[in-house]
């Protein structure tokens, strides 16, 4: 390694390091004056209340990482401006690429250390951190036993219930499709209420269309009956747990999420938002990489001079605008508007093709 990147390497990461404690101490400094009410009001010891904070810091530090990756290309890039030696190495033959690959390298680096803690740590912590404020400040508990909208798929049959209670069996707006041989539809029941119980499913109110096929026109028509109590035999019920379908992404692992979505796949789900927070793992972990190829030119504008407290603002101002980004394709992804993988990578895409695009307009 040359002196030219251990120096500024080291420059890059001396600042980035001091911005991200900064940024960490802010953020847990707010976030402790607008909890400690609640905690105050239930009584909550001491110990508790470390706790809690302790289990967040993993969590709060990838997401600060990223911005302080950012914020620290622009404030190293912009004292070195100040001292006149972003003139100096140009003048001395270096290019501002050749000035760019020691902190790429290091920003890398952060991306690899902050997604290994994410999904090692924070996963744990975090569920740490919820169950306490969930569970002693919220005094929320899982004990709710109605799921909605589960779909279970066999061979020949696909189950539709509206809702369903795991407690007692019942259900709520079924629908049960019955294809033949050649997965034609063959029988379609609509119920309005049901009950699974001992093996047997109950069903009121029913709709029996029995679909048939005319050979020689090849049209398909139906006959319709109707029933006000139909008893289907042999038909055990759905699985427990089908309830976990709405389970925090951030307490799972990239692997863990990934056996839940084919977990809930399985089990007829359409685990839309799991996919997207799957993605989305993926792409945070490069956020700092993206945000370094985006602070570089934004900090190669002023070869001498420049402001710290401009180079932090506009720093907060870009991170600002890309949680905003961010958070539009999450919520176009869980609607099902975009494909996972585009929502997730869609912000990141923006933000290195605005780097790009400064850097084709800083003097070489």
């Known amino acids: 390694m040359s002196i030219i990147s251990r120096y500024l390497g080291f420059n890059f990461l001396k600042t980035w390091a001091l911005a991200l404690a900064g940024f960490i101490i802010l953020y847990t400094a707010i976030d402790f004056i607008e909890k400690i009410g609640d905690f105050m009001g239930k009584g909550v010891g001491f110990d508790t209340i470390a706790l809690f904070f302790l289990a967040q810091l993993p969590k709060v530090v990838g997401q600060m990482v990223p911005v302080a990756v950012l914020v620290a290309v622009m404030i190293s890039l912009t004292i070195m401006a100040r001292g ?115 093996g047997q499913l109950i069903l009121n109110e029913v709709q029996d269309k029995v679909y048939s096929l005319d050979n020689a026109s090849s049209a398909r028509s139906f006959s319709l009956y109707r029933y006000n109590l139909y008893v289907l035999d042999n038909w055990p019920a759905p699985p427990l747990g089908l309830g976990r379908a709405e389970l925090n992404s951030d307490e799972l692992s990239v692997g863990q999420l990934w056996r839940t979505i084919d977990r809930l796949s399985a089990e007829g789900f ?14 945070f972990a490069l956020l700092p990489v993206i945000m370094a190829v985006v602070g570089l030119p934004i900090g190669f504008w002023r070869e001498k001079g420049g402001s710290i407290a401009l180079g932090l603002a506009s720093g907060l101002v870009l991170s600002f605008l890309y949680l ?26 923006i933000f290195l093709l605005f780097g790009a695009y400064l850097f084709s307009y800083v003097r070489q």
Do not use: C
């Open 270 to 283: 359409g685990p839309v938002r799991q996919r997207v927070d799957l993605q989305f793992k993926f792409s």
């Open 84 to 198: 006149s030696e972003i003139v100096a190495f140009k003048a001395g033959g270096v290019s501002l690429y050749r000035l760019s690959a020691p902190i790429m390298v290091a920003a890398l680096g952060i991306s690899l250390a902050a997604f290994l803690m994410t999904d090692l740590v924070s996963p744990k912590t975090t569920a740490v951190a919820n169950s306490i404020w969930q569970g002693q400040i919220k005094e929320r508990r899982e004990t709710s036993t109605m799921v909605s909208d589960v779909w279970l798929k066999d061979v020949r049959l696909v189950q539709h219930l509206g809702s369903y209670d795991e407690a007692d069996g019942s259900a709520k707006a079924l629908t049960l499709v019955f294809t033949d041989d050649e997965m034609r539809l063959a029988r379609r029941l609509e119920a309005k209420s049901g009950h699974f119980l001992s």
């Open 324 to 349: 905003i980004t961010m958070e539009l394709a999450r919520s176009l992804g869980y609607t099902g508007l975009l494909p996972p993988l585009m929502a997730a990578w869609l912000p990141n895409l």
